[in-house]
């Protein structure tokens, strides 16, 4: 399977409720980014947790990372339809060539 | 507030023509990225330039070459245009150095090769 592999690959959820997206990776990293893409738009990072960092927290996001389990999650707190994206996990191992993308999160959130 | 842009939300080409996608950035950025998206495959690198007229291969150069001859400008050219190359394409770009920053990435755009 792919570097960068969320989980789920769809979720719906109402408004107002939590949604908990995951990744898993592979190899040792150097950093996670997470970011959201709009349907037929370019990716905006939202955020980027070190690998000696546990926890992040940014707004209504909160992202966590787990280097034993080679896992991080992303929560998004009380939704907003305006939070209907895909999300998607990006792995750094170093090097230009080593940031990994994942295939994505298709987040809708229902109004 | 645009930082990174691509020339064309939505290009239409025929096969064997020769194409050029466009990509400025205005951060003054030394890294800059040209990926492709394609439904279940994520987003896979082209090529990649950390400095001008520097170019390195990324994961699937093939067909494609790039030109970066201005900090801020980052082309890429795709030879003889196939329909396989249908596909969204996606430049970035970051600072320099790797591991720190996340990447802005333009809007993206849809060729369509028929």
């Known amino acids: 399977s792919q570097q960068g592999e969320e989980d789920p690959q769809a979720l719906s959820i109402q408004e107002g409720e939590n949604a908990t997206m995951n990744c898993s990776y592979k190899?040792?990293?150097?950093?996670l980014q997470w970011y959201r893409q709009n349907s037929g738009r370019g990716l905006v990072h939202l955020i980027l947790?070190?690998?000696?960092?546990r926890e992040k927290h940014s707004g209504r996001l909160r992202v966590t990372l787990d280097t034993s389990k080679k896992s991080s999650s992303l929560l998004i707190t009380a939704s907003r339809a305006a939070d209907t994206a895909s999300y998607f996990c990006?792995?750094?191992?170093?090097?230009?060539?080593?940031?990994?993308f994942g295939i994505g999160t298709k987040l809708q959130v229902i109004p | 507030d645009v930082k990174v842009t691509q020339s064309s939300r939505y290009l239409v080409k025929r096969t064997g023509e020769k194409v050029f996608l466009e990509c400025v950035q205005d951060m003054d950025h030394e890294n800059m990225f040209w990926y492709r998206q394609d439904p279940g495959l994520g987003l896979r690198l082209i090529y990649f330039s950390y400095d001008v007229k520097m170019k390195e291969k990324g994961d699937i150069p093939e067909g494609y070459s790039v030109s970066r001859e201005k900090k801020e400008r980052f082309s890429l050219i795709l030879e003889s245009a196939s329909t396989n190359q249908t596909s969204m394409y996606l430049c970035?770009?970051?600072?320099?150095?790797?591991?720190?920053?996340?990447?802005?990435f333009g809007s993206g755009t849809r060729l369509t090769v028929v």
């Open positions: 190899t040792s990293i150097n950093n």
């Open positions: 970035a770009s970051s600072p320099a150095g790797t591991g720190t920053y996340g990447y802005t």
């Open positions: 990006a792995s750094d191992s170093g090097g230009y060539q080593k940031v990994t």
């Open positions: 947790i070190r690998s000696n960092e």
